[in-house]
């Protein structure tokens, strides 16, 4: 069997972090979805930077929007970028529609320039939504001090959202709240709480890599010990604050209202190092009411040679939190780590952003 159809089994669903607009146009896309179970797709401003910077393929409808009109490099980015999310998302309609909503998605990033700006952040949001006019779109927000309370308020405006660059189980917690307080306001406001999709983007290899930068200070021993570990012990945390942040009373209220739970997103899932085998990450974050979205390297891989565990993600939690305190305890801050990870994962956004406008104006 297909080992990536059998994770549908185990309850985690397979999205494609990548599009270009040949995906779509050769159909290949649509043989994903039905050879492989695909049910979403996740892009940025990097995929998007090597997909109109480093190919041939955008020219003709650059030279066509350009004609009807001087444009500026942004203008030109999201005419292509929009008319290709709408094109993935029509292809992965049906998938929506067969599973009532909870797949089938397309995320398109808000600009990583607002990250820190809550009002424009809402604003942005609002405005690609209305311009890709597909229900199956996910606008991207970050999970930063701005971007938090920017998620409850597009939630219960009724948008489906994708909260991205989440490292930290504390500042999680805040995204679960930020999604309830959104549901109750938009059933406050008679709006259809089960009309809302979500998923919590936790990022995974790049904790990894910034604890092995902070193991030599350890010996060998100790550092062996967390070597290729912390990322799914900290997946494996949150994994457990979901179960229980999606239990109780507060939260059966609104399910009663069709309200649908936020599932945790695993993104950065390819690994970085090559000690690592390359679906390590893959294969130890298999959970229910879970999704992977895997660049198009670790889907072929996982489909050659993937472990397939049932509810991995859920073996030997409590040797998960041992091992964070462990880190902890020979003075590596996992609070200092995901805060360093935020503020350089906007960075790198950003910076893929003035490489995608730049590769966009020398098209043009």
């Known amino acids: 069997m297909n080992r990536l159809k059998e994770l549908e089994a185990c309850g985690q669903s397979v999205w494609l972090d990548y599009l270009r607009r040949s995906l779509v146009a050769s159909g290949e896309l649509e043989t994903l979805i039905k050879r492989d179970g695909l049910k979403g797709v996740t892009s940025n401003p990097a995929i998007f930077e090597k997909a109109i910077g480093e190919t041939?393929?955008?020219?003709?409808?650059?030279?066509?929007?350009?004609?009807?009109?001087?444009r500026s490099a942004n203008e030109i980015y999201e005419h292509l970028a929009i008319a290709d999310i709408r094109a993935a998302a029509d292809v992965l309609r049906p998938v929506y529609d067969r599973t009532e909503g909870a797949d089938g998605y397309v995320?398109?990033?808000c600009s990583p320039y607002l990250a820190d700006d809550t009002e424009a952040t809402v604003a942005e949001a609002e405005r690609l939504w209305r311009a890709v006019e597909r229900p199956n779109l996910m606008v991207k927000v970050p999970g930063t001090k701005a971007g938090i309370?920017?998620?409850?308020?597009?939630?219960?405006r009724g948008f489906n959202i994708n909260i991205t660059l989440l490292f930290s189980?504390?500042?999680y917690e805040q995204v679960v709240e930020a999604y309830l307080s959104g549901l109750e306001a938009l059933r406050r406001n008679g709006g259809a709480p089960g009309r809302v999709a979500s998923v919590a983007s936790f990022f995974v290899s790049r904790v990894d890599t910034a604890v092995e930068k902070r193991l030599g200070r350890l010996d060998e021993r100790a550092a062996a010990r967390f070597r290729g570990t912390v990322a799914i012990a900290n997946?494996?945390?949150a994994y457990q604050r979901w179960q229980a942040l999606f239990a109780g009373p507060r939260w059966?209220?609104?399910?009663?209202r069709g309200a649908r739970k936020q599932r945790l997103l695993w993104a950065s899932t390819g690994t970085k190092s090559?000690?690592?085998?390359?679906t390590l990450y893959a294969d130890a974050l298999i959970g229910r009411d879970t999704v992977d979205t895997m660049p198009p390297a670790l889907l072929d891989a996982f489909r050659d040679h993937g472990t397939v565990v049932p509810d991995a993600i859920e073996q030997d939690a409590a040797g998960a939190r041992r091992l964070l305190g462990e880190l902890e305890e020979h003075g590596i801050s996992m609070t200092e780590i995901t805060d360093e990870l935020v503020v350089d994962g906007v960075r790198q956004f950003s910076e893929a952003f003035d490489k995608l406008l730049g590769a966009v104006a020398r098209r043009r």
């Open 107 to 109: 995320s398109l990033e």
């Open 274 to 278: 090559k000690a690592y085998k390359d």
């Open 235 to 237: 997946a494996k945390h």
């Open 252 to 256: 059966a209220e609104l399910a009663a």
């Open 169 to 171: 189980v504390a500042v």
């Open 149 to 156: 309370p920017a998620i409850a308020r597009l939630i219960g």
């Open 56 to 70: 041939d393929e955008y020219i003709e409808a650059i030279a066509s929007y350009q004609s009807s009109g001087k």
